[in-house]
């Protein structure tokens, strides 16, 4: 990987790997992107999606692979949010950018699909894991309808946490009932983080 000390950093699970990130480094020329990803496959997608970015396949929820003090700005989108390790391997003026789903985050798919709620206090808690090594930024919700066909729809429910609850075939069956296009409420939280030196 080349020049970590001006990398974004971004962990996610969606099927469009590295979506974000490549996103992220369209808008900032100076960086290169590391994503991280717990599936070989989905890492290897990753690389692929910009010049300047490369992946590794490792366990977010673990140890990250990365020099301490080395990246500029970390992303977690829909991921396991590793708050000692951010903390470690951003340098000292380090951001963190954190999307998180809200309690309205695909409701119309939870009674159909089988998926699993979002937790109203989610981001409650969140908050208090990071306070103590992060002070809060900028903070934005935001909300829009997705008017999804059925592939859509399973390849929702097949990438989240539901589907340690449901078989492949049983997720598809689900979904090919639905009408299409099927109407759904994306809502998110979008949220920076600065780094501080010593515990507050």
Known sequence: ??????ACAASTRVRAAGHYLAR??????????LAIDISRF???RAARVHARAGALVADGERTLPIRSHSVALAISVF?????????RVLNHRGA????TPTDQHLT?????????????RKEERLHTRLRTTFEPGVRESLELTLQLTRD????????GPSAFHASTEELRR?????????AVTASFTVASYQRVEKPL
């Open 1 to 6: 990987m080349t020049n970590l000390r001006h």
């Open 24 to 33: 992220v480094l369209d808008r900032c020329p100076a960086l290169t992107g």
């Open 42 to 44: 989905a890492a290897r």
């Open 79 to 87: 991921a396991p949010r590793n708050v000692p390790e951010f903390h």
């Open 96 to 99: 963190l950018l954190i999307v």
């Open 108 to 120: 119309q798919l939870i009674q159909p699909m089988g998926l699993l709620s979002v937790d109203a």
């Open 152 to 159: 859509d729809a399973f390849h929702i429910a097949a990438m």
């Open 174 to 182: 689900r979904a090919d009932v639905l009408p299409e296009p099927y």
